[in-house]
């Protein structure tokens, strides 16, 4: 069983840093993709960026530059980096996982991450973060 809990949330003035961590369990298959998104009071969750095992990353437009995702396979972590947080990055963040690839992106509205064609089915259970400006 897929176990991810994320941990590094917290409150933070507008222009610092947080770093995420994700630690992930239970995970045997070779493929996979993981990923980071969030929710906003009111909003849809909303994919922000996102890796798979096969070297491919990708950043939603209204955190590039600024968050950087990374996974540590040793520690069996996932990261997520932020830089530069303004008060729009204040939410729920989640990581999640989801086993095959590769990942494959869709952007409508929002961006949509999908896994093998997949939507991702393992979720951690969030981190809140909170910018004040």
């Known amino acids: 069983q897929v176990q991810l809990v994320e941990s590094g949330g917290g409150s933070v003035q507008s222009g610092g840093s947080l770093r995420l961590s994700c630690t992930v369990s239970?995970?045997?298959?070779?493929?996979?993709?993981m990923g980071w998104f969030r929710q906003a009071p009111g909003k849809e969750r909303e994919g922000i960026a996102a890796?798979?095992?096969?070297?491919?990353?990708h950043y939603a437009d209204s955190v590039k530059g600024r968050f950087t995702i990374s996974l540590d396979n040793a520690k069996n972590k996932l990261y997520l980096q932020m830089d530069s947080l303004h008060s729009d990055d204040t939410a729920m963040y989640y990581c999640?996982?989801?086993?095959?690839?590769?990942?494959?992106?869709?952007?409508?509205?929002?961006?949509?991450?999908?896994?093998?064609?997949?939507?991702?089915?393992?979720w951690g259970q969030g981190t809140q973060v909170t910018v004040s400006s």
């Open positions: 239970g995970i045997t298959y070779s493929r996979f993709c």
């Open positions: 999640a996982a989801e086993p095959g690839g590769p990942l494959a992106i869709a952007e409508y509205i929002d961006v949509h991450y999908y896994c093998g064609g997949r939507t991702f089915e393992d």
């Open positions: 890796l798979d095992s096969e070297g491919t990353t």
